[in-house]
């Protein structure tokens, strides 16, 4: 029987496989990160003699899925359904496809299983895989692994042989919406920027489980000619397949660079004008500085260069005896993010009383940031000699990033700090 025309089709990408998830175009913040680029949640139908759903998407978007899906098979058709994530972004509209498909069966790790009840009460229709185990999905084998904490302790990828796919929810995955599907559709740039902001604001906390399953993706004998995450563009090279998994190496090792990034926020301009002094100092040192002021640039991009960097360096007035707001809301998301391998230190302009600056270098020590200056700090108004001292902050910071990256600190102009001539 015809098929009745689909206002959404799906997207063939194998031989076997074809994208029926949805684009989010309108999506500005995910998880308090800043998602300007929008989203795609990916869904992937297999046809093999079962033919298999892999994850689903957000609620919102199950008529869109459903039409992809309806624009290649009847979905009456799915025999299986695969949940690699339990997160509601893949795992929102489950309920509703259980019940329009009716498949033979749900799978999901043993973890899935317990997330999937507590979340949708769907414990007794999903099965637990046997984490590492093959499935036959009829003709074509697929295996089961978990990844725990990448992203959620359900987590887990399903590497489709024959094909060659390794289906990696959010693993590999960014905001990045777009109607072009594969890597190689976009400029590197845009892709480079987008998997680092994504590894940033969602990933980095479980960097160690990450590490934890790039090791372990060479012993399992995939041979991976596609990964298909559950969030932009798929890898479909050869070159964009080494590309992500080297540049994920790179996420997860935090290699100290010599990059600093200094973010405060003023409230009559003298935290200002000592931040721009401090970067005057860290690039006298021969390091790469960027400056961000709280007000007006969002924490996930922050993060991002956070990430990249080797050194966190805050400023803050001082607001009724606390930090400013925005410094506590930045440092909740960051401490949250558990960036590793910084050195830091802080400064600021108070009234009458300089305690908070306690307050922010405990939290640079919570976060295990090492810090290597004393603070500096100007009462109302930063004098010259206040700028003089940010400025040497600056360099003390520049110089032991310098030394941490086995260079030695530039020479020249911060030679003249040390005569202590305003410049
Ligand atoms: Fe894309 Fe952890 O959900």
Redesign the pocket.
Known sequence: MARSPQPFQARKISEHVYWVGAVDWDLKEFHGYLTQRGTTYNAYLVLADKITLIDTVKKPYYDEMMARIASVIDPADIALIVSN?A?A??SGCLPETIAAVRPERVLASPKGVQTLQDLFGLGDRVEAVTPGGWLDVGGLPMQFVETRMV??PDSMVSYLGGDGILFS??AF?MHLAGSERFADDYDRATLLHEAEKYYAN?VLPYSAQVGKVLDAVPTLGWDIRMIAP??GPIFRTPADIGWILTQYRRFVEQTVTPRAVVVYDTMWHSTERMAKVVAEGLAAAGVGVRVFCLNGTHRSDIMTAVMNAGALVLGSPTLNGQPYPTLADFLTYAKGLKPRHKIGAVFGSYGWTPKCYDELAASLKAMEVELVSEPVLSRYSAKPEDLMACLNLGRTVGKALQQRCGREPAHGRDDRANQGKPQ
Do not use: M, V
Request: no cysteine.
């Open positions: 994530h997160e972004d893949h992203h959620w929810q959010d995955g969602i559950d969030h």
